[in-house]
């Protein structure tokens, strides 16, 4: 266990238990299989993600990189990841993922600045696969980490993060699936004393993608950061589901969120719940979700959630919002001669970009910015580019 992870283990809190909050737990037996009843169930297709709560998968997948100096890794036995762990699994399908037999563990040594980006590539080959993977990254170290999903697969996942202690960390996870994959996962950040941390979720293929991404600290002067973006075509279903437990004093969170969808039967679902702790004092928190719906028939469920037991902090709140094309802003720019088509792609290019852009790795951005301009030209009346 790690100086940050072993802090983190001597502060921590009462466990948190409601129907926002199941009790962890790593066999999947304590996890029944939802019913659709439960709260943290309710919106999800539980036929179309069903595959995902059997742990007899046909294979435990390796993530493929290159490290640079600084950097190791190694396998780890499904005992020593539980001992390292410091959130386990709050659903079925991450404890089948955490049952794996072996997980991999990636190291950034302490005070080791990585210039380029860390890109840790799976790519699924139409099968049933699970995988479990820690990154530790040492105090005051520099890194942009990458987690790249190609392919075809039905995947189970659990990803645990621990920063330590005033170490700079860009965490971007990228869900580009070909049509009919499907992908659950609990991913886990543990952030350290005066240690900032950038999350970028973005989903742009496959048929199903829930995401349950939790955050929390381990000492004050934590920063975090979560962005997301996502693109859902008809008869897909992305479903975000964000935790941010505030259970240190000084901390700083922000989280914001935004989709499109196009086609019918594409249903989005962002789950926004940022508790603070009573010992977190002078702590500031925001989160928003936006949902641009582009044609009939479609459905964004977005439930922004604050659970505060102390009234002295700097700041907390939510928004969400959900709707067409914002009639004045095209009427705006009509007014002036640009093209309806254009005047139309121009709103939606302005939605994404600047959290494209925050991702700030040209061949991630080129990739998103490829993607999107794929799924626009599909959507009638948008047959022009984004540049």
């Known amino acids: 266990m790690t100086n940050t992870a072993a802090r983190f283990d001597a502060l921590q809190q009462p466990k948190v238990k409601s129907h926002l909050h199941p009790t962890p737990s790593w066999q999947p037996s304590d996890h029944p299989v939802p019913s659709g009843r439960e709260e943290v169930w309710r919106f999800t297709p539980l036929e179309k993600i069903e595959p995902l709560f059997d742990d007899k998968a046909e294979c435990f997948t390796d993530w493929k990189f290159e490290l640079p100096e600084g950097v190791t890794s190694k396998s780890i036995t499904q005992e020593e990841a539980q001992e390292r762990s410091f959130d386990a699994p709050v659903d079925i399908v991450a404890s089948v993922a955490g049952h794996t037999p072996k997980a991999t563990l990636i190291e950034i040594a302490p005070e080791t600045v990585i210039s380029e980006p860390l890109i840790l590539d799976l790519s699924g080959e139409r099968g049933r696969i699970n995988t479990q993977l820690f990154l530790e990254i040492g105090h005051h170290a520099q890194a942009t980490i990458v987690l790249r999903h190609t392919g ?35 991913v886990s950040t543990l952030v350290g004393r005066d240690a900032e941390v950038k999350l970028i979720q973005a989903s742009i293929g496959g048929s199903l993608i829930r995401q349950v991404e939790r955050a929390m600290f381990s000492g004050p002067g934590g920063r975090i950061e979560q962005f997301g973006l996502y693109f859902v075509d008809a008869n897909r279903n992305v479903e975000h589901r964000i935790f941010i437990d505030h259970n240190a004093p000084n901390t700083y969170s922000h989280a914001d969120y935004r989709g499109a969808l196009q086609g019918k039967g594409a249903r989005s679902v962002w789950i926004g719940d940022v508790l603070i702790r009573s010992a977190a004092k002078n702590i500031e928190t925001y989160e928003t979700n936006q949902n641009l719906v582009l044609t009939e028939g479609c459905q964004a469920d977005s439930v922004p959630n604050l659970e505060i037991e102390t009234g002295e902090i700097l700041g907390a709140g939510h928004s969400s919002s959900t709707g067409r094309f914002d009639e004045d802003h095209l009427f705006y720019l009509r007014s002036r001669g640009i093209p309806e088509d254009q005047a139309r792609r121009l709103i939606v290019e302005g939605f994404f970009l600047d959290l494209i852009h925050h991702i700030d ?27």
Request: hydrophobic share 40%; charged share 25%; no cysteine.
């Open 152 to 186: 075809k697969a039905q995947l189970a996942a659990k990803i645990e993060t621990i920063v330590g202690d005033g170490a700079k960390v860009n965490f971007v996870s990228l869900q580009d699936w070909d049509e009919g994959s499907l992908h659950g996962g609990q």
């Open 361 to 387: 790795i040209p061949e991630i951005e080129d990739r998103l910015v490829e993607a999107l301009n794929h799924e626009l030209l599909a959507v009638e009346g948008i047959s022009d580019k984004l540049n």
